[in-house]
């Protein structure tokens, strides 16, 4: 069992930044497939960002360039830098974990994790 607490959620003007964090219950280096996904309401949830546990990373398309996944092993922590955020990024965003390795890229692009967060809002304003 993992227990995922996300953090760093709040309203910003499009252009500004925030950074998202993600505190696990437990350590999550050892093989552990994490990542972050969004929803607005009436729409289902999409995909932002995974990680592996070896460092690979993979981003949806509309996310390329502006954002950033990393790990804080030492503190069992996800993060996830924003930059340049616009409209488009409002919604309520989730970290999420398996423990995969091999699967973890076909399982972000699924949504098939299976440890999941409560969830930050985030709100961009134009």
């Known amino acids: 069992q993992v227990q995922l607490v996300e953090s760093g959620g709040g309203s910003v003007q499009s252009g500004g930044s925030l950074r998202l964090s993600c505190a696990a219950s437990?350590?999550?280096?050892?093989?552990?497939?994490m990542a972050w996904f969004r929803q607005v309401p009436g729409k289902g949830r999409e995909g932002v960002a995974g990680?592996?546990?070896?460092?690979?990373?993979t981003y949806a398309d509309s996310v390329k360039d502006r954002f950033t996944i990393s790990r804080d092993n030492a503190r069992n922590t996800l993060i996830l830098e924003m930059n340049n955020l616009e409209p488009e990024d409002t919604g309520m965003y989730y970290c999420?974990?398996?423990?995969?390795?091999?699967?973890?890229?076909?399982?972000?692009?699924?949504?098939?994790?299976?440890?999941w967060g409560q969830g930050t809002q985030v709100t961009v304003s134009s």
């Open positions: 437990r350590t999550t280096d050892n093989n552990y497939c």
């Open positions: 999420a974990a398996d423990k995969s390795y091999s699967t973890c890229f076909q399982q972000f692009e699924r949504g098939s994790l299976e440890y």
């Open positions: 990680s592996r546990s070896d460092g690979a990373a």
